[in-house]
């Protein structure tokens, strides 16, 4: 990943202790396939999980906050083994400053991807917010950092990752990575 981030991005991004995200067109396309017995299904990208994977293992906290409620989201937030899981909220910045509360965090500790407009409040509390490249303009207006990858296709996964390298987590997280990737462990 060679993301140009400005001092003042690399700043926020090291403060962050949370990251929390939206679902619909943040982890996934955004689009809700239901067949004709009514059962929901959602895309979700394995590179999206492997960051959120990262993240809780490097000590960070990771929640969803999202609009719907989906037996879907359910089964991959537990599957990633995400501890604070909302569904089906009506006010996400109030469920956002709870969240903060019971964590004890400040706003400028927590990070948000959104990609609507019912996502903008919480874009603008957030110390690093960010959006999808296809979100709402609503929602890029109100983020800091806008990925260059669609939401559901690798725009939390580079979120994650560079959050985790401004706060030299992603390094510690995959030891001999650089070794793999500048081709010395070839014989």
């Known amino acids: 990943m060679s993301i140009k ?6 700043k926020a991004a090291k ?7 939206d679902v619909d067109g943040v ?5 809700i396939i239901i067949d004709d017995k009514g059962a929901e299904s959602k895309h979700f ?45 009506a006010d996400k910045k109030l469920v956002f400053v709870k969240l903060l509360a019971k964590l004890k965090l400040a706003p400028v500790q ?7 407009v019912n996502d903008a409040e919480v874009l603008s509390l957030a ?16 983020a800091l950092w806008v990925s260059s990858r669609r939401g559901g296709d690798g725009a939390v ?17 995959w030891p001999g990575l650089t070794r793999i990737i500048h081709g010395q462990n070839r014989e």
């Not at 110390?127 to 109100?142: E, I, N, V, W």
Request: glycine share 8%; charged share 25%; proline share 3%.
């Open 45 to 89: 990208n394995v590179r999206d999980g492997m960051g959120i994977a990262v993240a809780l293992k490097q000590g960070l906290q990771v929640a969803v906050i999202s609009g719907r409620y989906s037996k879907v989201v359910e089964h991959r937030a537990k599957e990633l083994k995400i501890p604070h899981v909302y569904q089906d909220v």
């Open 27 to 31: 982890l996934t396309d955004g689009k």
């Open 157 to 173: 996964r580079e979120m994650c990752q560079l959050i985790m390298t401004a706060q030299g987590k992603w390094a510690r997280a």
């Open 127 to 142: 110390g690093f917010s960010c959006a999808p490249s296809d979100a709402d303009d609503a929602a890029k207006a109100s």
């Open 5 to 10: 981030l400005s001092p003042s991005l690399l």
């Open 110 to 116: 927590a990070a948000f991807m959104g990609d609507d």
């Open 15 to 21: 403060k962050i202790e949370l990251i929390a995200l």
